[in-house]
T-cell receptor, first 110, second 112 residues
Framework: KNEVEQSPQNLTAQEGEFITINCSYSVGISALHWLQQHPGGGIVSLFMLSSGKKKHGRLIATINIQEKHSSLHITASHPRDSAVYICAVARAGNTDKLIFGTGTRLQVFP | EPEVTQTPSHQVTQMGQEVILRCVPISNHLYFYWYRQILGQKVEFLVSFYNNEISEKSEIFDDQFSVERPDGSNFTLKIRSTKLEDSAMYFC??????????FGEGSWLTVV
């Protein structure tokens, strides 16, 4: 079983829709990262969370440590948001490696 | 915006050849990483490097792989004798403790 699970695997939306991507993990963590991977392959860090909620522009990330669950929300989605969104966790303890989810492929149509 | 730079962006090599992938991490970062992503699969951890030594490595990172920070700025990944299954996108990343991790654009390695 994967230590980091994301849902849905694929998501299509109309421009302007509110998007939610979910991430569940099964290990104790020190931090959770939301990343964006563009079609060319490059990875950009969106958020690093250890508790609560963070907001940046139209993106909001939340985490519930007790439930081992995080969500990434995109408000007023736009075609330029089309990308793969990846959840990755840093396991608690003396480790700095990230364990990645399989990603959610988002396509936003005009 | 600071960035991690990687070269080459794409390399095709014959099976059995040695490959060196190069990375310039962000200058004040202390932690350096290599990850890889086989086409269609998730990103996997290879190795982390701190204070001029490997701090952690995965089971993928066998004796065919090595890392080096030869001059205080570059961070390299060497694959001694490439195999077909080494074909993947290799990402370099860097961070400071407790802060955002920055990834490079990746080096796409094709072994033929």
């Amino acid at each position: 079983k994967n230590e980091v699970e994301q849902s849905p695997q694929n998501l299509t939306a109309q421009e302007g829709e509110f998007i939610t991507i979910n991430c569940s993990y099964s290990v104790g963590i020190s931090a959770l990262h939301w990343l964006q991977q563009h079609p060319g392959g490059g990875i950009v860090s969106l958020f690093m969370l250890s508790s609560g909620k963070k907001k940046h522009g139209r993106l909001i990330a939340t985490i519930n440590i007790q439930e081992k669950h995080s969500s990434l929300h995109i408000t007023a989605s736009h075609p330029r948001d089309s990308a793969v969104y990846i959840c990755a966790v840093a396991r608690a303890g003396n480790t700095d490696k990230l364990i990645f989810g399989t990603g959610t492929r988002l396509q936003v149509f005009p | 915006e600071p960035e991690v730079t990687q070269t080459p962006s794409h390399q095709v090599t014959q099976m059995g050849q040695e490959v060196i992938l190069r990375c310039v991490p962000i200058s004040n970062h202390l932690y350096f990483y290599w990850y890889r992503q086989i086409l269609g699969q998730k990103v996997e951890f290879l190795v982390s490097f701190y204070n001029n030594e490997i701090s952690e490595k995965s089971e993928i990172f066998d004796d065919q792989f090595s890392v080096e920070r030869p001059d205080g700025s570059n961070f390299t990944l060497k694959i001694r004798s490439t195999k077909l299954e080494d074909s993947a996108m290799y990402f370099c990343a860097s961070s400071t403790v407790g802060y955002t991790i920055y990834f490079g654009e990746g080096s796409w390695l094709t072994v033929v």
